[in-house]
């Protein structure tokens, strides 16, 4: 995420009293933005992805033409982000299992297999999914914000005339992608409130 400072290192007790926010300089998430302690503006869409296996070598060509001319108009900077979000397979587990009572010999011997796989990705930690995002930043300022959701909405735009899915994160969906940057240990959470998901640093006697 690019969020951390050059400071000095926080001694013990400073690092106990020290918020997540703080730690990766995150000033606050309100509405489209995220705003960093060092007077940054950032502001994130997601940009869903598409499968080019399904496509032929006259389509790919004919969506990376489109997509350069598309993008080929964008005058400022922003940055690419690839992340990896794990995936609760549990209810996938758990409907495979309601199947068996009625299902034949046969039909029990499948089910039991794939079970006995989808429980072995699951303790692997292997079950992932691929989640691509752009950053666009300024400084904040006045009228800053709509500047910055302007440019966001602005290259939305182009993407979907690209014919590539895209939207602009709102407060719930930047918390997640922080999560998902910042704690390695983040599951994904349809929390109605970003509180939820917001991690604390607790300092342990060793």
């Not at 997601?46 to 001319?69: C, G, Y």
């Not at 993407?159 to 709102?170: N, P, R």
């Amino acid at each position: 995420m690019y969020l951390r400072k050059s400071k000095p290192k926080p001694t013990g007790t400073d690092l106990a009293a020290q918020t997540a926010q703080q730690f990766v300089n995150v000033q606050d998430i309100r509405g489209n933005f995220l705003y960093t302690q060092d007077g940054w503006l950032l502001c994130y869409l997601r940009i869903f992805p598409i499968s080019l296996d399904l496509l032929s070598p006259s389509e790919k060509r004919l969506l990376i033409n489109k997509l350069t001319a598309e993008l080929s108009s964008i005058r400022f900077p922003f940055k690419f982000l690839a992340v990896s979000r794990p995936i609760d397979i549990s209810p996938l587990i758990s409907e495979l299992g309601a199947l068996l009572p009625a299902a034949d010999p046969k039909q029990k011997e499948l089910l039991r297999q794939e079970m006995l796989e989808m429980n072995t990705f699951a303790l692997s930690g292997e079950v992932v999914e691929r989640q691509f995002y752009l950053m666009l930043w300024q400084r904040q300022e006045a009228g800053g914000e709509r500047d910055l959701l302007e440019k966001a909405k602005r290259l939305v735009h182009h993407f979907e005339d690209g014919q590539v899915q895209a939207q602009v994160l709102k407060q719930q969906d930047i918390v997640q992608l922080c999560n998902l940057v910042n704690n390695p240990a983040y599951t994904h959470l349809e929390a109605t409130e970003p509180e939820a998901t917001m991690p604390f640093l607790t300092l342990r006697e060793v």
